[in-house]
Each structure stands twice: as C-alpha cells, then as structure tokens.
C-alpha cells in the first residue's frame, strides 16, 4: 500500500481517536493538523509538530523491515527519526503491522 494512504489512514484514526498511546508509554493527544504536519500533546513536555515528511519516512521504514513494527521508538532512530520518535512510533501502532508489510 501506498505510503500517502496509511498516512491518511493514520491520520484518520488519530484525530477520531484524539490519543495515542502504545503499551505502557507516554500518550499523545490529537492538537491540530496542517498542510504539513500534525501536532500533539505530549504528557511531559510542550506540544509537538510531527512533518508528515517523517511519518512517510517511518512508514516506509516499516514496509521495508516489518520487524520494526515490534520494537520500540528508539528503532526509529535508524531510519534518522530523533526527538519525535515516541510520538511517531505510538501513532504508527495505531494500525496493524499487516498494514505495513503490504
């Protein structure tokens, strides 16, 4: 599946969700979307803008290698996804893994 539908998809889920949390992580709220990205509320810290850019990137990280998907966020930091790999990685489990290997 094309990259650009799961984010859609992801986005989708999220903003009718309002949260994402993966296991016992921190959770991310749903603040806002743009033409470019989608901020969330983080537990212990100010809000953060996610670059679809990134997203797209972990996405296309897990269609590469499905193992990704049952590792944590620090993972992302290979596919060169610092700061905002926590939030990233809790909205990219919002799907299945069969979405990624696809």
Same mark, same amino acid.
């Given at each position: 599946m094309d990259? !650009? /539908? =799961?984010?859609?998809?992801l986005l989708q889920k999220f903003i009718d969700l309002q949260?994402?949390?993966?296991a016992d992580y921190n959770e991310f709220g749903f603040v806002s979307l743009s033409v470019s990205s989608v901020t969330v509320s983080r537990e212990n810290?100010?809000?953060?803008?996610?670059?679809?850019? !990134? /997203? =797209?990137?972990a996405i296309e990280g897990?269609?590469?290698n499905n193992e990704?998907?049952?590792?944590?966020?620090?993972a992302l930091r290979d596919l060169g996804i610092t700061h905002i790999n926590s939030?990233?990685?809790s909205i990219l489990h919002l799907l299945s893994k069969e979405v990624y290997s696809g």
């Open positions: 990259s !650009k /539908i =799961i984010l859609g998809r949260v994402s949390q993966f810290g100010d809000d953060t803008p996610l670059p679809f850019k !990134k /997203i =797209i990137t897990y269609q590469r990704l998907y049952d590792l944590g966020p620090a939030p990233i990685h």
